[in-house]
C-alpha cells in the first residue's frame, strides 16, 4: 500500500494546483456608438459567445448618448431574459436609450464622471415627440425597474418613478427633480437613489472589488466585418428601401420585354434582404421560397394568363408574407414567442417600402409631365391631325395574315421580320421563342398580334 501513497499525493497536489490556477472568463460587451441594429447584433452575438465560453458574467461598457427606441427595447429585453447575470459599466454616458439599457442590468456601475437618463423620447431635429410616444416610453422605463422587484424591506431596488422621471418633465421625485426638468443622474446621485451599485473607475475594479473574481479572464466581443455590414444590412430603413427596390424592380421588368436592369436590381435587393436574416435564424428555407413562388406567380399572371386574378393576387401577398416572416424569429408557423411589437415592426416595414415605391412612381410621372430636367425626357409637343399627322399608319393593316419569323423573343412584346423589314409584334398567347416562325392576326391600337406558326 506504501508504494500508491507517492504517487496519489503527487496526483492530488497536481490537481490541486489546476484547482488554484483556473481562471473564471468574464465577457465584456462593448457599446460605444448609437443604439441601433448594429449594436443590437453587437450584444445579441456578444450573450450568444459569452454562453458559449461558460462566461461567468457579461460586462456591458456603455459610452452612448442614445439611439432608437426599437433596437433600445430589444437589447433591453435581451438582457433581462439573458441566462447569464449583465452588468452595466457607464463609461461616462449612457443617454437616453442608453439609459433603459443600464436600468435593465442586473447592477450598474458608473465612473465618477459619468452620467445617466434623459430618455425623452425625441425625432431627428431633437424635438420632443408627442405624448402617445412619451407614454410608451415612461411605461417601459418604469416597467424595466420594476423587474428587478422589491428588497426585503419592501422598497423597490430600482424606484420606477426615477426612471419615469428620466422621461417626463412632469414627474416630481421629492430631493432630487423638480418639475419641469428631464432627470439625469450623476454618478454619486445615482448610488445615493439605489441606481448605481458603486462608482469605479475601469473593468478590473467592478470584477475584484464588486464581484469578488481574484483569477478571472477577461474577454472582450470583437465584431467581425460581416457583424458590421449585417448590422447595416438589418436597419429597418434600409430594409424598407430594399423592399421598394424589390418591387420596384419585379414590376418594371414585368412591364419591359427581356431580362435587364430591373431583374438585376430586384435579385441584387432581395439577396440584400434575405441573406444576413438567413444567417441569423430568422429567415427560415421555406420563407424563401414562398418569395420565390410568389414572384413565379407573378410572371406566371402576366405572361400566361393576362390581366391580374387569382395568380396575380396570391403571388403578391406570397412575397408580402414572405417578406414579413423573414423578420420574425417565428418557429415554422409557431409564433407564441414572437412578440405583437415585433410583428408590427415588420409590417410597417415592409408596408414602409411598399409606400415608397408608389410615391416614388407617383412623383416620376408628375415630373415627367412638368417642364424641369425630368421633364425633357418626356415628349410634350403636340402632333395634330391638321398638320398632317394620323394616329395609325395605314400600310401596317395590310400585313394581317402575312407570316414572317421573330427577330427577337416576344414575352409578349418583341420584334417580327416579315419580307426583310422589322417590326414591333405582341405574342397574343404566351411566348413565341426567337426564329420561329409567326403569322400576323390582329393589327389593333396600333400594335400587331401575332401567333407562332406550328
Known sequence: MKKFRKPL??????FCLCAANAQDTIYQIDIDKEIGSTTWRYLRTGLHRAQQQ?????ILRLNTYGGTVVHADSMRTAILNAPLPVYAFVDNNAASAGALIAIACDSIYMRSSASMGAATVVNETGAAMPDKYQSYMRATMRATAEAHGKDSTGRWRRDPLIAEAMVDERIVVPHLCDSGKVLTLTASEAVAHRYCEAVVENVDEIVTRQLHYDHYTLQQFEPSLFDEIAGFLTNPALQALLVTLIFGGIFMELKTPGIGLPTAVACTAAVLYFAPLYIDGLAANWEILIFVVGVILLIFEIFVIPGFGIAGISGFILILAALVLA????????????????IGKGLITVVSGIIIYAVLLLVFFKKLTSKGPIGRLALHSAQDKEAGYIGV?????????????????????????IDGTQFDAMALHGYIERGAQVRVVKYENAQLYVVEVK
Open 9 to 14: 499525493f503527487f496526483i492530488l497536489l497536481f
Open 54 to 58: 461558460g462566461a461567468k458574467a457579461v
Open 327 to 342: 423578420l420574425l424569429g417565428n418557429v415554422n408557423f409557431n409564433f407564441d414567442f414572437v412578440p405583437s411589437a415585433e
Open 393 to 417: 399608319p395605314p400600310e401596317l393593316q395590310q400585313l394581317i395574315g402575312q407570316t414572317g419569323q421573330a427577330a427577337t423573343i416576344l414575352r409578349p412584346a418583341g420584334k417580327v421580320v
